[in-house]
């Protein structure tokens, strides 16, 4: 059993900066990929970005590449999502996914190649 939890959502101008942290549980974590997922309302859940079990290998939808950056410290189970320049339409649901199924493996960014969710932290952008 893996259980997430995000934290360090909030609301910011636009072109702000906001960090979100993932802790999760677990003597395994540092085997599996982690990635970050959004949900705006009225949309469907999509990827944001992903980090290898190494933090090797990092992968990034297109709308927030050379915006965000995603870390992970494996000797405190926490994975990270820096935030930069902020947009209004980042404002979102945030979550942390934990990809159990494949230990040691690439970095995924489909929904369903996610085992275990956080409850979300909402981040809001204004204008």
């Known amino acids: 059993q893996v259980q997430l939890v995000e934290s360090g959502g909030g609301l910011v101008q636009a072109g702000g900066s906001l960090r979100l942290s993932c802790a999760a549980s677990g003597r395994t974590f540092s085997s599996y990929a982690m990635g970050w997922f959004r949900q705006a309302p009225g949309k469907e859940r999509e990827f944001v970005a992903a980090?290898?079990?190494?933090?090797?290998?990092?992968s990034y939808a297109d709308s927030v590449k050379g915006r965000f950056t995603i870390s992970r410290d494996n000797a405190k189970n926490m994975v990270y999502l820096q935030m930069n320049s902020l947009k209004p339409e980042d404002t979102a649901a945030y979550y942390c996914?934990?990809?159990?199924?494949?230990?040691?493996?690439?970095?995924?960014?489909?929904?369903?190649?996610?085992?275990?969710w956080g409850q979300g932290t909402q981040v809001t952008v204004s204008s």
């Open positions: 980090i290898s079990w190494s933090g090797g290998r990092t």
């Open positions: 996914a934990a990809d159990t199924r494949r230990p040691w493996g690439g970095v995924v960014s489909g929904i369903r190649d996610y085992t275990y």
